[in-house]
């Protein structure tokens, strides 16, 4: 029995992409980092509270690995005196993705304000 064209064109194209899958699996393979999370913290100010200090906070994970209970601390620092703190809790944070959260601090916005950010610690799930 002689197979028609569409059957040559089908059986081509089925061997082409196992064979691409096969090459992009092998790379992978052999060029996988296995780095540890590499966590950045990024702060907005809330513009539609203007009259109160509350900020938006994003948590992006760069590395490879997930980060599990995330604990940051922002210091609110006004004329180089520290002069109030807030703790952010995330539950996790997965591989190359962004939380968000917001913090309100108790002392009122002023223009000469600036914020200190330290991640205190997280676990390997």
């Known amino acids: 029995m002689k197979k028609n064209p569409l059957e040559w064109f089908v059986f081509g194209l089925s061997v082409a992409l196992i064979l691409a899958l096969m090459g992009y699996l092998g790379v992978k393979a052999f060029d996988y980092r296995d780095t540890p999370p590499d966590l950045h913290v990024k702060i907005f100010?809330?513009?539609?509270?203007?009259n109160q200090n509350i900020h938006r906070v994003e948590l992006v994970n760069l590395g490879e690995q997930t980060a599990e209970n995330v604990l940051v601390e922002i210091t609110l620092y006004q004329e180089g005196k520290e002069i109030d703190k807030a703790e952010?809790?995330?539950?996790l944070a997965?591989?190359?993705s962004v939380q968000e959260a917001w913090i309100t601090f108790k002392k009122q916005k002023h223009g000469n304000q600036r914020m200190s950010v330290h991640v205190l610690g997280y676990n390997k799930p």
Request: avoid cysteine.
């Open 45 to 50: 100010p809330e513009k539609a509270r203007s």
């Open 88 to 91: 952010l809790s995330f539950p």
């Open 94 to 96: 997965p591989k190359e």
